[in-house]
Structure formats: structure tokens, C-alpha cells
């Protein structure tokens, strides 16, 4: 028998979460994504809500050798 792992649903899209880092804090408490575009779309949609970011993205920086 297969164990299956469910994760949360982006609060945006509705894909399963699998990178963390893509969060959100806002007066419902805090938001995940999937990427950056949901993130970026849902700020634009709600720009009437505060939100603050959990932790700066860490996405993309080249790590030193």
C-alpha cells in the first residue's frame, strides 16, 4: 500500500505548496504560495490589505563557494 503525502494548497492558485519561502502575513493569517507569481498577484489583488513578507526569499542568490 502507497503512502500518500498531501500538502497545502496555494492560497492563489490551489497548486500544493512545495518550495517554502513564498508567505505572506495578512489580517487572515498567514498565506502560502506556490512561486513568486502568486505572490506577486495576490499583493495586487488585495492591495488593500497590509501584508508583510514572513522572511526575505532566498530564491535565486548564488550561494558562495
Partial sequence: MATV???KPCDLCGQPVEIEGFTLITDKG???FCC???VS???LLHSN???TNTK???HNK???S
Fill in 5 to 7: 503525502e498531501y500538502k
Fill in 56 to 58: 526575505p526569499s532566498t
Fill in 49 to 51: 490589505i497590509a501584508m
Fill in 62 to 64: 548564488k550561494e558562495d
Fill in 36 to 38: 513568486g507569481g502568486c
Fill in 41 to 43: 498577484i495576490y499583493r
Fill in 30 to 32: 498567514q498565506q502560502l
